[in-house]
């Protein structure tokens, strides 16, 4: 089974994916470092070359090559996949994501993720193209719906949230 992380940028999704992939002994993906990889450039500079429709595009092709190939799931069965925070916001990824996953909401409120965020610009394009309140409100229910599961996460540490998804498998 592919287990997809959602949620906002901030919520934790590549550490409790690091988590849970030890926890489970399955192969792990960030789909950002898959995308970084195959683009041969970082997610800053895939948005300076190409704007948010060019990173949407590659993120689109890199979820079908991580979640259409049935090679990547190991002996066990799973394959952690840690999602973008866009990533579900294509009607194509949800879609893609709803067929060939469980999707696991790792919801944060604003205030942590503006405390975890705050000077992580540089990285983080997006936070330099919008108000991260009116993103995080927008995306909201868009996160819900993808989901299979929803963990609140605000006074959780990465290795009780892997425990809690592992326990609910
Ligand atoms: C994005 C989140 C980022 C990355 C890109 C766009 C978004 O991933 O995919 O900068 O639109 O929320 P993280 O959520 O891992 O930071």
Request: hydrophobic letters at 45%.
């Amino acid at each position: 089974m592919v287990i997809a992380l959602t949620g906002f940028m901030g919520s934790g999704k590549s550490s409790v994916g690091r988590e849970l992939a030890t926890l489970l002994s399955s192969p792990f993906i960030d789909l950002d470092d898959y995308i970084v990889g195959k683009a041969g450039m970082s997610i800053p500079e895939i948005f300076a070359a190409s704007g948010e429709e060019g990173f949407r595009a590659l993120e689109t092709e890199a979820l079908a090559e991580v979640i259409g190939t049935p090679s990547s799931a190991t002996a066990s069965g799973h394959l952690v996949l840690s999602l973008g925070g866009g990533t579900i916001l294509r009607p194509e990824n949800a879609a893609l994501i709803a067929s060939h996953c469980r999707c696991v909401f790792l919801r944060t409120s604003l205030e942590t993720v503006r405390r975890r965020l705050s000077g992580e610009s540089a990285g983080r394009p997006m936070l330099r193209r919008a108000d991260i309140g009116e993103l995080f409100a927008s995306r909201a229910a868009a996160y819900a719906s993808a989901a299979d599961v929803i963990i609140d996460t605000d006074s959780l540490a990465p290795a009780d949230i892997a425990g809690r998804i592992a326990a609910g498998l």
